[in-house]
């Protein structure tokens, strides 16, 4: 069972990025699907949320209106689309399944700097 994460790497403010996150060894259809980050020095935080079949997305409030996640349970694949890129969204980003058992990907880097 893995959670892959990729897409992360060095952006300059204003820049976008789209992280993905493929699973295998079990499909996330039933799967509540989840990004979360963490930065050094600060505790992990939830990025965004979306349910199993994608009807509902939650997002925290400083990414709301930049961030979108979304999921391809064909591809058992979930993404999130980051525009308008901010210093203060650098941090280590991992993907969350969760459902009768709970998934943690190894995080993919993501650097907004000038």
């Known amino acids: 069972v893995q959670l892959v994460e990729s897409g992360g790497g060095l952006v300059q403010p204003g820049g976008s990025l789209r992280l993905s996150c493929a699973a295998s060894g079990f499909t996330i259809n039933s799967y509540q699907m989840r990004w979360f980050r963490q930065a050094p020095g600060k505790e992990r935080e939830l990025v965004a949320d979306?349910?199993?079949?994608?009807?509902?997305?939650i997002y925290v409030a400083s990414v709301k209106g930049r961030f979108t996640i979304s999921r391809d349970n064909a591809k058992n694949t979930v993404y999130l689309q980051m525009n308008g890129l901010k210093p203060e969204d650098t941090a280590v980003y991992y993907c969350?399944?969760?459902?009768?058992?709970?998934?943690w990907g190894q995080g993919t880097q993501v650097t907004v700097s000038s």
């Open positions: 969350n399944a969760l459902w009768t058992r709970v998934y």
């Open positions: 979306i349910t199993s079949i994608g009807a509902s997305t």
